[in-house]
């Protein structure tokens, strides 16, 4: 087994998608819980235009971290994440063959796939799928998603998304998180840590309520007035800041279990209006993504849709 | 069937990976849908034997043989016109006639002779090839298996548990094209995942197994858990342990694997601090793994994990399980020591934020009422109403505990636990602990009388409240797991005596119910808003309606769980005993129900039965009156006079005692008195006050058995029972 950082194993797996027609797109630049966030996921999904891609995405979820201390949890790790739209019927067979390109010989060590269905009520997106379990560990999260913002989709978009530092620590043999390269001679830990500790501290002690209660309100009245003004994608950067702020609320312990549910629901509404009007003005533009073949047998099979 | 019957025809379904837990309960329906294809198809016998289903993680997989070549030929009969408007006066066949044969393409010879008043038509139709049935069948069986959650996939056009990647369907050696998820089927399936990827041709079900085999796949799941069971044996062994042996862990591994392999793995021994509890829980529930005990029943830090490559050779999958379950237990570890910064009753407060029900309000107001109502039922019991209180005040601490926010089945043995290291008394911890008890039927009751106190309040508060808002099981939906709360406290009461708990079902109702006077005020006063407004009538007195809704509710289940084992009682014994009471002592219903038992297949009962029908038929709708003895006039009805005011007083004395299979014989003794009675005492004779006086001694005779059971409602096979005289 080749030795791994974790800059060179999100290098292999940019190389392995590339070449099976991804695209290679960047992390959003706004704060999210996880890759399935990025619009390259959650509003491509959307509607009936073809779709590969492939990227890193940074992912913050206050509630999970522990100053650093904690050997396996962070508040913010990073996902690999690949969208193949629509899913096609070898999509385990190309998973296989990814975990191969960064050296496993997987005849000598076990790979399950474990049902596993995904949820999110803050996105009113569902699918269902497995937990992909190498040698009994958790390092692919592996869903055919079914509805996003409430949507029933077709085509269906398989997601996979890889666990980086949980696939880098096991492939270099390390017991902690923060033992992990970066690079070559640069460890995860002097990189991390720091940074850890002091968003860990502020997620939890020190990020005031009171602003993010405002923050929340206003961040949701302008996503709202971005929808007014027919700018969907303004308005869904809104919806994601609206989602970071409850989820530092939450790890605050500022949101009582009553408010909890009313507060998830004003998040679902806006990304549901989000990903309708995103699917809506996607028709109004005539699918952009498709070939002209593709737009040309589209509109043979749905000739009574008009555009909303 | 004129040709022999010994084809076979072979399916497989190649998926992605099937969830583990659905297998069973899809091979079963599977099963039972081919068994009807056989016996639609005419065959008879073993049809059982004739079918074979197995799955792997991504096959479903069947086979069926002694097919024959084709269905049994029938014949089918059509009935026509009247035979009066069929033929006219001359005898010929009438328009109407001709109609009916023109309609079903017969001729005037084909119609044959019938006894009834009606022409018929009678032909024979050839059975369709077995063949063309199952190309037609095969299809709408396997789209037709109920899977809890399906998907879609790629264009979303087919919907399915999992995407299907191939079909094969081979009839004696012949491919036989059926269509499926827009698939043609073939001849062709592929090995093991990793281990042998490639394509397999195969030609029949047995060709299927022994390629399958050397391509690291075991078809038949038995072999592939029998093989699991006896490699943990082994490698337990190595270690000087013993596997757990747990059901439910082998049927999940069978099912996730295609070639079944077992690793040991370790994880550090300090951790072996942790509560047992919490360490199996995580490696049984979260991680699928199964632990090992030592010679002497304890816990090792070494547990067993399936994987699906026989071999680990690197140790890869040992290393895997190990760090894994170390990352867990790390967790785990760390809420254990944080939660206990804090005691138990500290907590108590905090559950204010913590929502039972939105209309019920939070848990510390649930926790008042159960504390009320433990104290309640200790009152009346021969348990400490002090140890029910506090076990009742703590019971849903453990709610805001990051141990339980993790592993919420953990709830109340968590408390448990921590109750037990802050030092409280056996019976308080111990009925925290237990207090969930019995989760099902199968499952142990709390080991203490406070622990059960405490399970029948938590439970009966809980029925309470969701009736009062109206949020009943409805078919088959109960979210709130209200029949499973009702059950618990049917199978805890029926052992109640056990604990010297008085308390009846009836008086549990009402204080449950008394614990929600607010409630019940607040949504009163809500329905009688409405009603003012016009939109309803006026609200009427719920109150006795929500109790009778739930002592039926309750009803029901002491219905099903009497008929069920290890009770096993009848459906008409435990009907006939619960007409005589039920609610206020389950385990005098059981004694009750019993005795009926025993007692109903004894020739004697027959005497019993009738006694009792006859009685209650003549004496039905009668007024009450009193019986005088200066009115008895004929002998025989004197004789049963004189028996019953011996025996009537006897069969009382033997109920107080609960004597009750002696009671129900003693009765048998009046039945040649009252045989008697009937054959030469007239009852229903115009002189009122006799009449009346016959049917009060009868009342008298019949109701001296009233509060065992209403017996008239056991239904008796007579020829049996007369035969054993």
């Not at chain 2, 005037?108 to 037609?136: C, K, N, P």
């Not at chain 2, 849903?396 to 990051?402: F, H, P």
């Not at chain 2, 052992?495 to 019940?520: K, S």
Request: some cysteine.
């Amino acid at each position: 087994m080749q030795r791994h950082s974790f800059q060179s194993l999100i290098q292999t797996l940019q190389a392995f998608w590339a070449e099976r027609g991804c695209l290679i797109d960047y992390p959003l630049d706004v704060e999210v819980g996880a890759g399935t966030m990025h619009p390259s996921t959650f509003l491509r999904v959307l509607g009936p235009e073809p779709w590969r891609v492939a990227y890193v995405q940074p992912s913050r979820r206050p509630a999970d971290g522990r100053y650093g201390d904690n050997p396996f949890r962070l508040g913010k790790h990073y996902q690999f994440q690949v969208i193949l739209k629509p899913s096609p019927l070898e999509v385990q067979d190309l998973y296989l063959d990814s975990l191969r390109a960064l050296g496993l010989d997987l005849a000598r060590h076990d790979i399950r796939f474990e049902e596993d269905n995904w949820e999110s009520p803050t996105l009113g997106a569902w699918g269902v799928g497995w937990q992909v379990l190498l040698d009994g560990m958790e390092i692919t999260q592996f869903t055919y998603f079914q509805q996003a913002g409430g949507i029933d989709l077709a085509p269906i978009s398989a997601e996979i998304t890889y666990g980086l530092e949980r696939l880098t620590m096991f492939l270099s043999r390390q017991g902690s998180v923060f033992d992990i390269d970066w690079a070559p001679g640069v460890g995860y830990g002097p990189v991390r840590k720091q940074e850890e500790y002091e968003f860990s501290r502020y997620y939890f002690e020190v990020a005031s309520v009171d602003l993010h209660w405002k923050l929340f309100d206003s961040y949701e009245a302008e996503a709202r007035r971005c929808l007014e003004a027919g700018l969907v994608l303004p308005a869904y950067d809104w919806t994601l800041k609206c989602s970071h702020v409850f989820n530092t609320l939450d790890a605050r312990g500022a949101v009582s279990v009553t408010e909890r549910v009313g507060v998830i629901k004003r998040v679902r509404d806006l990304a549901v209006r989000c990903a309708n009007d995103y699917l809506a003005s996607r028709t109004r533009l005539d699918f952009p993504l498709m070939t002209d073949a593709e737009r040309q047998e589209y509109h043979e099979r749905h000739p009574v849709e008009s555009v909303p | 069937m004129n040709e022999e019957s010994n084809h076979e025809y072979f399916f497989e379904l190649l998926a992605e990976e099937i969830p583990a837990s659905m297998h069973e309960g899809a091979l079963a329906a599977l099963r039972q849908r081919l068994v009807a294809f056989l016996e639609g198809l005419g065959c008879k016998g073993d049809v059982e034997g004739q079918v074979r289903v197995q799955s792997t993680a991504r096959r479903l997989i069947f086979r069926m043989g002694r097919l024959p070549p084709a269905e049994a030929d029938r014949t089918d009969e059509i009935k026509g016109p009247p035979r009066r408007l069929a033929y006219d006066a001359s005898g010929a066949p009438t328009a109407a006639l001709h109609g009916f044969l023109r309609k079903n393409g017969a001729a005037v010879e084909e119609l044959v002779q019938s006894d009834d008043d009606y022409v018929r038509l009678r032909r024979t139709v050839t059975g369709q090839r077995t063949t063309e049935l199952i190309q037609a069948a095969v299809p709408e069986i396997i789209q037709s298996i109920h899977w809890p959650k399906s998907m879609r996939w790629g264009y979303g056009e087919q919907s399915y548990i999992r995407p299907v990647h191939s079909i094969i369907s081979i009839f004696d050696d012949q491919p036989l094209p059926v269509k499926l998820f827009g698939l043609l089927s073939g001849t062709v399936t592929v090995g093991h995942r990793t281990l042998a990827p490639g394509p397999i041709e195969v030609t029949s079900y047995g060709d299927y197994v022994s390629k399958l085999e050397l391509a690291r796949v075991i078809v038949d799941s038995d072999r592939r858990r029998m093989a699991m069971a006896e490699r943990s044996r082994v490698l337990a062994h190595e270690v000087r342990g013993v596997p757990a042996l747990d059901e439910t862990i082998w049927a999940q591994w069978q099912y996730l694997t295609e070639y079944p392999g077992v690793v040991r793995a370790e994880f550090s021994p300090e951790l072996l601090t942790l509560p047992e509890e919490v360490l199996v829980t995580v490696m049984r529930v979260h991680q699928k793994q199964l632990p090992i005990r030592d010679a002497a029943g304890s816990l090792t830090n070494s547990f067993l994990a399936v994987t699906d490559n026989e071999a680990d050779p690197d140790g890869n999958a040992a290393y895997g399980n190990s760090f894994v379950t170390n990352a867990r237990f790390a967790d785990a570890s760390f809420f254990y020591q944080t939660d206990r910064k804090v005691t138990l009753e500290s907590r108590l407060d905090s559950l204010e934020h913590l929502q039972f029900q939105e209309k019920l309000g939070n848990y510390r107001r649930k926790t008042e009422r159960i504390e009320q109502l433990a104290g309640a039922i200790a009152g009346t019991s021969g348990v400490d109403v002090d140890d029910a209180r506090r076990a009742a005040r703590l019971s849903k601490c453990d709610l805001g505990t990051e141990m339980v926010k993790e592993f919420t089945e953990l709830q109340g043995k968590i408390g448990g636990i921590y109750a037990r290291e802050e030092g409280l008394s056996s019976p308080v911890w111990q009925a925290v602990y237990d207090h969930y008890l019995p989760v099902n039927a199968e499952d142990a009751l709390p080991r203490s009388g406070v622990g059960a106190v405490v399970s029948l309040a938590d439970r009966i508060d809980t029925l309470c409240g969701f009736f009062l808002i109206g949020a009943k099981p409805t078919g088959s939906r109960d979210p709130f797991g209200l029949r499973r709360a009702a059950q618990g406290m049917v199978q805890i009461l029926l052992e109640r005596d056990t604990w010297h708990i008085t308390a009846g079902m009836d008086q549990l109702i009402d204080l449950g119910l008394q614990g929600y006077a607010d409630v019940r005020e607040a949504l009163h006063a809500a329905a009688s808003e409405k009603a003012e407004k016009g939109r309803k009538r006026a609200a009427t007195d719920r109150g006795a309606d929500d109790r009778g809704e739930v002592l039926e509710f309750i009803a029901d289940r002491v219905r099903t769980l009497l008929q069920a084992p290890p009770y096993a009682l009848a459906y008409d014994e435990v009907a006939a005993t619960m007409e005589a009471g039920w609610m206020n002592s389950l385990p005098d219903l059981l004694e009750r129900a019993k005795a009926v038992r025993r007692l109903r297949s004894d020739p004697r009962f027959l005497s019993i039965l009738d006694s009792a029908k006859r009685i209650a038929n003549i004496t039905a709708g009668q007024p009450e009156s009193e019986l005088n003895r200066n009115l008895l006039a004929e002998p025989a009805e004197k004789r049963l006079n004189d028996l019953s005011e011996v025996l009537v007083g006897q069969i009382a004395g033997m109920i107080v005692e609960r004597h009750y299979e002696l009671a129900l014989q003693s009765f048998a003794g009046m039945a040649d008195e009252l045989e008697n009675f009937f054959a030469e005492v007239m009852v229903n004779v115009d002189d009122s006050g006799i009449r009346q006086n016959r049917i009060a001694l009868l009342r008298r005779v019949g109701g001296a058995v009233a509060p065992i059971a209403d017996v008239t409602r056991i239904v008796v096979d007579r020829r049996e029972l007369a035969s054993r005289k």
